[in-house]
């Protein structure tokens, strides 16, 4: 652009240098040596050198309207050369725009993934926490499946006890019932009315005086050492006794609950002790 600027004043010039040269050249031309044919010669030159100013003046037409067209495409170009300018700060613009947005967009891609891996780890979560969710309605369904059946244990149980309580009171007013003779046994039996003891009483005396006579001391010694043998089979058989009254009640689904060892205990002591006790009243009766 700067060399079609510098160009317009040589295009300005060209003209007068053009017409001057033309000028010198009429001036030549118009002056030839004077001779006999000049007259003719004359009119010739004059006619040449007027059609020579028209070629000239048409030239100088043709060069103005050149001129002007070609000033009309310098100011084109001027604005094409700022509209190219303008284009090339838009795209240099447009190139830096582009380049950031390459950057965010990497970035962006970046920041994605990240995201992505984030939502990859979180549904992994997510599947983990609904497989503990249904294992834990499986077990939760299993605990109230046990709870209902250990509902309708304890409340089988519960009947049960409630039958036991029955048993263990019946039991009570049987053990009252039992000590209550006992203890009418043994008033009548101190006090000489039952006729059965009394009878047993003689039949003893009799048989007693009659085999030991003289050795009662050695007879006494033996029936001590009988006795402590007699105690230690008691205490032998009361343990077996104790052992098969377990089993007994534990057997059965209604007294499984009463076979406790205070229970058994009881139970085998009082098989073990009426004999022993109807025996030691008999005996005592006999000294009395």
């Avoid at 030159?45 to 020579?52: A, I, K, N, T």
């Avoid at 303008?86 to 950031?100: D, R």
Wanted: contains cysteine; aromatic residues 8%.
């Amino acid at each position: 652009m700067t060399n079609s600027v510098h160009l317009i004043p040589l295009l300005f010039l060209f003209p007068a240098f053009f017409s001057s040269s033309l000028f010198v050249l009429s001036e030549t031309t118009c002056s030839p040596p004077h001779t006999a044919d000049d007259g003719g010669r004359d009119g010739s030159s004059l006619s040449q050198f007027h059609q020579f100013n028209l070629k000239i003046a048409r030239l100088e037409s043709i060069l103005a309207e050149s001129i002007q067209n070609l000033s009309e495409k310098i100011v084109r170009i001027e604005e094409r050369e700022k509209r190219i300018d303008e284009m090339s700060q838009k795209i240099h613009h447009l190139q830096s725009v582009l380049s950031a947005l390459k950057g965010d967009s990497i970035r962006a891609d970046g920041r994605i993934n990240a995201l992505e891996e984030e939502v990859r780890i979180l549904w992994e979560a997510s599947r983990k926490l609904n497989f503990d969710l249904h294992v834990l309605e499986s077990k939760a369904q299993d605990a109230e499946d046990r709870l209902k059946t250990v509902a309708s244990q304890a409340r089988k149980m519960t009947d049960i006890v409630t039958e036991q309580w029955i048993q263990i009171q019946r039991l009570e007013q049987a053990l009252y019932i039992t000590q209550v003779r006992t203890k009418r046994l043994q008033r009548e039996v101190s006090s000489g009315k039952c006729t059965f003891l009394k009878f047993m009483n003689r039949l003893y005396d009799d048989h007693l005086l009659k085999m030991v006579g003289p050795n009662l001391r050695s007879y006494f010694s033996q029936a001590q050492h009988q006795l402590k043998r007699v105690f230690e089979a008691v205490k032998r058989s009361h343990h077996e006794l104790q052992h098969f009254i377990k089993n007994k009640l534990e057997e059965n689904e209604f007294t499984a609950a009463l076979a406790h060892e205070e229970l058994v205990f009881f139970m085998a002591s009082a098989v073990i002790t009426f004999p022993i006790m109807s025996a030691w009243m008999l005996l005592s009766s006999k000294f009395h």
